[in-house]
């Protein structure tokens, strides 16, 4: 399906922004998807209240396989948009109304992401024997500055001048 056909069949519903997505195109309203259109299908947007509508029409959920392991995952969120409404661009309307409105109840349900400041990195040590290295260098530093006529420096001090 090509960027024109697909605006063509949503231009009942009103201007819609397609989306480089996958093997295909994400639809959207409002930076809101509502659909995909792949190399096998259009599919809306559905949750709990668009499901049995979706269902009763012979429609399926979205599926693809994985290439790693080749199991088939399938996508409750989007189903297939029956085929009969590539002919009555009025009713594909109504669908996509309520796809979108699927949509922007699923992502007024998702908790905002907490932006957290960065911490700085720490070093720690990798194991109890690191610990005990790094406990007994800071205690060889500290004796270290602590036997240190004041002005010498270190090199100084291992020259023995």
């Not at 639809?27 to 998807?33: E, L, Y």
């Not at 994985?66 to 009713?91: C, H, I, M």
């Amino acid at each position: 399906m090509d960027r024109d056909f697909l605006i063509e069949l949503f231009s009942g519903f009103g201007p819609v922004t397609l989306r480089r997505m996958f093997s295909g195109f994400g639809i959207s309203v409002d930076g809101v998807n509502f659909a995909l259109a792949l190399r096998s299908g259009v599919y809306l947007r559905a949750d709990e209240t668009s499901i049995p509508k979706l269902a009763a029409e012979g429609s399926r959920p979205f599926q693809y396989q994985q290439r790693s392991t080749g199991k088939v995952v399938t996508v409750n969120s989007y189903w297939e948009l029956p085929a009969r409404l590539f002919d009555d661009s009025e009713e594909l309307a109504d669908w996509a109304k309520s796809a979108l409105a699927a949509a922007q109840r699923a992502a007024g349900s998702k908790r905002p992401r907490r932006r957290t400041a960065k911490k700085p990195a720490v070093k720690t040590p990798a194991s109890k024997k690191d610990l005990h290295k790094t406990a007994a260098s800071k205690a060889r530093a500290v004796t270290s500055v602590a036997k240190r006529k004041p002005g010498e420096s270190k090199t100084a001090r291992r020259k023995g001048s």
